[in-house]
């Protein structure tokens, strides 16, 4: 389990991007609310659920929440799983000892966590959990006026919970 739940503060933090940028959680959330992703690109359920995460992105990013991958990874490795993946959101580095992940009290990935602009970690979901995705998505939808778009085609199979 993780250390932060719902309702906890986020910890602060600040990493450095695959696009040479800084990423602050004070300064993402200066914008809006954060999605922050922890993952490793060799978890076969992160593999799974990146492309979820990359949907939620292009439906949503162009209101005022920021999504952020944060990989356990070197950079290599992290952009050959972005591109495999067809990630394009920003992607920070979490690897020499794993600060943030440490910080946050991680024992497993992904960690999905919404975390609101007062810094409050609204949801936390560890593994995949399909009904997390959906209640962001609504959550998303609710906060930027828009209506609501299913997540999950209905050809696809999506389980309810997969373990990271």
Do not use: W
Request: proline share 7%; aromatic share 10%; with cysteine.
């Amino acid at each position: 389990m993780t250390h932060i739940s719902a309702g906890s503060t986020a910890p602060d933090f600040s990493l450095q991007g695959l696009d040479g940028k800084n990423y602050s959680l004070k300064q993402l959330l200066q914008r809006g609310p954060a999605v922050a992703a922890f993952f490793k690109v060799s978890c076969p359920v992160c593999q799974f659920t990146a492309p979820f995460l990359e949907r939620l992105h292009k439906r949503y990013a162009q209101g005022s929440v920021t999504f952020l991958g944060i990989s356990q990874d070197n950079a290599a490795a992290t952009e050959k799983f972005m591109h495999q993946h067809g990630v394009t959101f920003p992607v920070a580095l979490d690897e020499d000892h794993y600060p943030v992940s440490n910080a946050y009290g991680l024992t497993n990935v992904p960690t999905i966590l919404f975390i609101d602009t007062d810094g409050t970690a609204k949801l936390v979901s560890l593994g995949f959990e399909k009904q997390a995705l959906e209640d962001i998505a609504a959550t998303l939808a609710e906060r930027q006026k828009m209506a609501p778009a299913p997540l999950f085609r209905p050809d696809e199979s999506a389980p309810a919970y997969k373990p990271g």
